[in-house]
């Protein structure tokens, strides 16, 4: 069965970091793009990060650019997402997705329609 977790959320103060790690069972990530993507209480998912199947390639939302870092080790079958410089605009419930691609090259992209599989979530939470 194919699954993604996620783990590392938590609650941090503004200005601080936390790294997710999104986590595959049940199949190889090697042939996957993979995003993440949020959801704050009443707001529509949206994407953050992406990295494509061979790691060339990483896509970030504006709001996190410059602070987030997308990266990823196919070998422990995990994604990660560095999260620095937190802000409160940054909680939310963060989720994992795959996207199976065919070529190395081929860009991830931040649309949610895109992907296939998801995890089920990690609570992020940026208070003082």
């Not at 783990?7 to 990530?29: D, H, I, K």
């Not at 209480?41 to 790691?55: A, D, F, I, Q, Y």
């Amino acid at each position: 069965q194919l699954q993604l977790v996620e783990a590392g959320g938590g609650l941090v103060q503004p200005g601080g970091s936390l790294r997710l790690s999104c986590a595959a069972s049940g199949f190889t990530l090697d042939y996957y793009n993979i995003a993440w993507f949020r959801q704050a209480p009443g707001k529509e998912r949206e994407g953050v990060s992406c990295v494509s199947r061979g790691g060339g390639n990483t896509n970030h939302a504006d709001s996190v650019k410059g602070r987030f870092t997308i990266s990823r080790d196919n070998t422990k079958k995990t994604v990660y997402l560095q999260m620095n410089s937190l802000k409160q605009e940054d909680t939310a419930v963060y989720f994992c997705a795959a996207k199976p691609v065919i070529s190395l090259t081929k860009k991830c992209v931040l649309g949610p329609g895109e992907y296939d599989y998801w995890g089920q979530g990690t609570q992020v939470t940026v208070s003082s």
